[in-house]
């Protein structure tokens, strides 16, 4: 064979590797009676993230007339057609779709690809009201509005609970970009509660709201911005969990007392934030929901049954503080 031949020949290889393939039969691929059910896994960057891969490995088994198909997705990848259609050809009956992948472009094709076939679609995250309706049977997600509400009124119960529901609060407010690019959808909700709340009294000030990411340096950066420009600050509402945990280091440098001269309330928090708030940091957490699978599961129980199902179905997140810690170690805030 000529080196052009060599070439082509690896090339075409090199191609086919590329495209999903859909794995060798097994004795629970060929069993009839198993519900076939695709699920495109996330990358586990976080605790989070690998609870919610975990909640559909522990829900979805044989044992329970369910067979899991993820060979098809790389959890690096995002959601792409050629995945749904390798699943469509290992039998799939039910897509989960988590919105993680909802802004790639990719993902709407990939959608579209489940209802041609007639594979009713399940949308898991919290990003749902991105996408077209028409496109899924049901969502699961996180009520974020509920979320901010959550913390308002651990909030108000906090400073009565100590006789300080007299005090005025002056409020920092260190947001991610959903309020300003998303205004109006789930995500976004959150913050507007945080920022509109409904008070007991009108003891709030909110002293200015930035945006910004999941870092602990930008945490740090933005709270050293808000003790230096106000000096008054005495809380803050973080909406990323590392960025709450470098906003605690910055309190510290600054000699001031986490959860006395200045009380820090985060989202999205498990082991680290118990921890945070065992070691004095964090004064309070909203534990957001990663456990998925067992209403995913719910959800296609139904529709085997014949039955109706909801458009969106709302998961309930916890509010942890030094309180309710002690209850739930060595666990998380969901088990």
């Known amino acids: 064979m000529n080196t052009i031949k060599r070439l082509t020949a690896l090339i075409l290889v090199l191609l086919v590797g590329c495209a999903p393939q859909a794995p060798p039969a097994t004795d629970d691929n060929n069993d009839p009676d198993l519900i076939k059910v695709a699920f495109a896994r996330i990358p586990a960057k976080n605790e989070w993230e690998s609870a919610f891969n975990r909640s559909f490995d522990n829900t979805f088994t044989a044992a329970d007339g369910f067979l899991l198909l993820q060979e098809c997705h790389a959890a690096f990848n995002p959601l792409a057609p050629d995945a749904v259609q390798c699943f469509i050809d290992q039998g799939m009956q039910y897509l989960l779709a988590p919105t993680m992948f909802a802004r790639h472009e990719d993902f709407i094709a990939a959608l579209r690809v489940a209802n041609d076939a007639g594979i009713p679609v399940i949308i898991v995250g919290s990003d749902y009201d991105l996408i077209d309706e028409d496109l899924y049977i049901a969502a699961i997600a996180s009520d974020y509005y509920r979320q901010g509400r959550l913390a308002t009124l651990w909030l108000s119960g906090y400073l009565r609970a100590r006789e300080r529901h007299n005090e005025d609060m002056h409020i920092a407010f260190i947001g991610g970009d959903f309020l300003t690019h998303f205004p ?45 420009t106000y000096p008054e600050v005495n809380a803050v509402y973080i909406e990323c969990g590392m960025t709450a945990l470098g906003a605690v280091d910055a309190i510290k440098a600054a000699g001031k007392i986490p959860g006395e001269d200045i009380i820090v309330m985060t989202f999205g928090g498990d082991h680290w934030a118990l921890r945070s708030i065992i070691q004095r940091g964090l004064t309070m957490a909203v534990a957001v929901n990663p456990m998925y699978g067992p209403k995913a599961r719910e959800i296609i129980e139904k529709l085997e049954r014949g039955e109706t199902v909801e458009k969106v179905y709302y998961l309930q997140d916890k509010v942890i503080d030094l309180d309710a810690v002690a209850d739930m170690l060595p666990a998380t805030a969901f088990g």
């Not at 909700?189 to 870092?215: K, Q």
Request: proline share 7%; glycine share 6%; aromatic share 12%.
């Open 184 to 228: 109006g959808t789930n995500r976004s909700m959150r913050a507007y509660a945080l920022l509109n709340p409904t008070w007991p009294n009108d003891n709030r000030n909110i002293l200015e709201s930035v945006e910004g990411f999941d870092s602990m340096p930008l945490g740090e950066e933005e709270m050293s911005y808000f003790i230096e």
